[in-house]
């Protein structure tokens, strides 16, 4: 996967945040929303005042997958200059932290994303969950299971949409067939 224009095209269009082209700032890395090393997230925040965030939640069976893999490192390079913020999150994996270990997660990876956006220059209400694969599956859940939430104080309501994407991230096959 290179890029993620019709997402970013599309958060632009729902959210209509005016972008401060070119500008970006460091990442954030490593920020901790949970007391097991596992629960982690890199934060990529726009310039501008009052941004939409996206928290990407990556795939792997709920048992591998890290926000570092080669489909998931970048994923979030592009929201900045869109005038959005992304989080890149990791979760507690299976089966060493057995299910419900990974909604969970995905719920507290929200609920530290609202606390702390502001401070940012986020606006806490523009919250959407983007999920691959299995990934996919806990936003999903996360976006209309309000059990998940609730221990956080949250409701369905605190998210403003969900995008579950199954399909491949990369297809070796076919970049190799458009390079020739």
Partial sequence: MKTLGAWVCTA????????????????????????????????????AQGFPTVLFIHGGSLTSGDKTDEDYRDVCLPFPAAGIACANVNYRL?????????????????????????????????????????????????????????????ALDDLRGVVSMGSIMWDEELELALTR
Avoid at 12 to 36: C, H, N, Q, W
Avoid at 134 to 144: E, H, I, P, R
Wanted: aromatic letters at 6%.
């Fill in 12 to 47: 632009v269009v729902v959210f209509s945040v005016r972008s401060d082209a070119g500008a970006t700032r460091k990442p954030e890395r490593d920020l901790t929303y949970g007391p097991d090393p596992s629960q982690r997230l890199d934060l990529w925040v726009p310039p």
């Fill in 94 to 154: 299976g089966p060493e932290h057995p299910w419900p270990a990974q909604a969970e997660d995905v719920a507290a990876a929200v609920a530290w994303v609202r606390t702390n956006i502001a401070q940012r220059g986020g606006d806490p209400r523009k919250l959407v969950l983007l999920g691959h694969s299995s990934g996919a599956m806990l936003v999903a859940l996360v976006g209309t299971d309000e059990r998940y939430l609730a221990p956080h104080q949250l």
